[in-house]
């Protein structure tokens, strides 16, 4: 039951835009995901980002309030608060949410959750369009061997989710609130468990996703898994679904992870999209972090519009078109489901007038 398309991607709800970018028109990106904290308060075995090593970097509120007016304007419909740190160690964080709605840019945040006190989410979630919290052990044992964290800080995380389930029913928010778990070999026992959780308090899903491993993250612990052994957990999961609550078993998901294959040569998806880390920079993409040919610019010194209209982009893009190996991307990457679409956009079938 994926009523959001986490398993597959909503791109075909912007056929104006996709139409420009068809007829060789430059657009601005629909998305992006930002950083606003290098620091991270756990120290989770899976961590993709790991190389960035967990600075204590937070971008600047005052330069924020310059950029996301501009952002707005520009056409950008949604930011993402999350990426190489825990985007709620930011001081400022329910400002920069208000200021962002206000913005005119739909709001987002994935977390670990443990600092979603009941005081901030009474702050934030009626300028949030959704919250997913990571939550990959159903027992304190598990959670803290896989997230680097105390056992009791699971315990904190529920409270949390059902405290801001209280007030987004209270209020009636429209806030979709939902956890997320990556499977892994440590907590395959407790999927049903921690589904029986979720529900039980009242989110609005549960997402079990495969492991994707980035380019350059230190850990190579999972490196290997294969996920046809746990496909037979989507029935069994199937069994909690509900009117008011989802389980979205990314199976096509484990599928591509297992199997590794493309449809599509290179990559297309970069004009639609954007990563911004925590020190201001402006990427292409955050599977290469670090890669100068990905790097567009910094917020802290241009405009993100300067900055997307800029050459150094415009050659990023034209060399990933035409040039970037795709078959060494990271397997499962944030834009793969929007890349299989715009390929098959560019290089249709035979006989397509018979719809």
């Known amino acids: 039951?994926?009523?959001?398309?986490?398993?597959?991607?909503?791109?075909?709800?912007?056929?104006?835009?996709?139409?420009?970018?068809?007829?060789?028109?430059?657009?601005?990106?629909?998305?992006?995901?930002?950083?606003?904290?290098?620091?991270?308060?756990?120290?989770?075995?899976?961590?993709a980002l790991d190389f960035m090593e967990y600075r204590k970097?937070?971008?600047?509120?005052?330069?924020?309030?310059?950029?996301?007016?501009?952002?707005?304007?520009?056409?950008?419909?949604?930011?993402?608060?999350?990426?190489?740190?825990?985007?709620l160690l930011h001081k400022q964080i329910s400002d920069i949410i208000k200021f962002t709605k206000e913005s005119g840019i739909d709001?987002?945040?994935?977390?670990?959750?443990?600092?979603?006190?009941?005081?901030?989410?009474?702050?934030?979630?009626?300028?949030?369009?959704?919250?997913?919290?990571?939550?990959?052990?159903?027992t304190g044992e598990t959670y803290a061997k896989i997230h680097g964290a105390r056992a009791s800080d699971l315990d904190k995380v529920i409270k949390n989710l059902s405290d801001a389930i209280e007030i987004k029913d209270k209020k009636g928010y429209k806030c979709t609130l939902g956890m997320q778990m990556l499977l892994l070999p440590e907590n395959r026992h407790e999927v049903l468990l921690l589904a029986e959780i979720a529900r039980n308090i009242g989110v609005d899903y549960l997402v079990i996703k495969p492991h994707s491993q980035h380019l350059l993250s230190k850990t190579t612990k999972y490196q290997g898994i294969n996920y046809s052994k746990y496909l037979h957990l989507s029935d069994e999961l199937s069994k909690f679904n509900s009117k008011?609550?989802?389980?979205?078993?990314?199976?096509?998901?484990?599928?591509?992870?297992?199997?590794?294959?493309?449809?599509?040569?290179?990559?297309?998806a970069l004009p639609f999209w954007s990563y911004i880390d925590a020190g201001g920079n402006v990427w292409g993409c955050s599977a290469y972090l670090g890669d100068e040919r990905f790097r567009y610019g910094n917020i802290y010194d241009s405009s993100f519009q300067d900055i997307w209209e800029g050459e150094k982009r415009a050659k990023s893009v034209g060399w990933a078109e035409k040039e970037l190996n795709t078959n060494q991307c990271r397997v499962n990457c944030r834009m793969d489901e929007i890349n299989r679409y715009l390929w098959e956009l560019k290089h249709p079938p035979q006989h397509i007038n018979f719809i």
């Open 107 to 138: 709001v987002a945040i994935t977390t670990n959750g443990a600092l979603l006190k009941k005081s901030l989410a009474e702050k934030i979630l009626n300028d949030v369009e959704w919250i997913k919290v990571s939550i990959n052990g159903a």
């Open 244 to 268: 008011d609550f989802s389980i979205i078993f990314r199976i096509d998901a484990m599928r591509k992870w297992d199997e590794g294959l493309r449809n599509y040569k290179y990559c297309l």
């Open 57 to 87: 970097r937070y971008l600047d509120f005052g330069m924020l309030k310059e950029r996301l007016p501009e952002i707005g304007k520009l056409g950008i419909k949604s930011i993402m608060y999350a990426g190489e740190g825990e985007p």
């Open 1 to 47: 039951m994926d009523k959001y398309k986490i398993d597959s991607h909503k791109l075909m709800y912007h056929i104006p835009r996709v139409n420009d970018w068809l007829n060789g028109n430059s657009i601005s990106p629909i998305y992006l995901e930002m950083s606003l904290s290098g620091a991270c308060n756990h120290r989770c075995t899976f961590c």
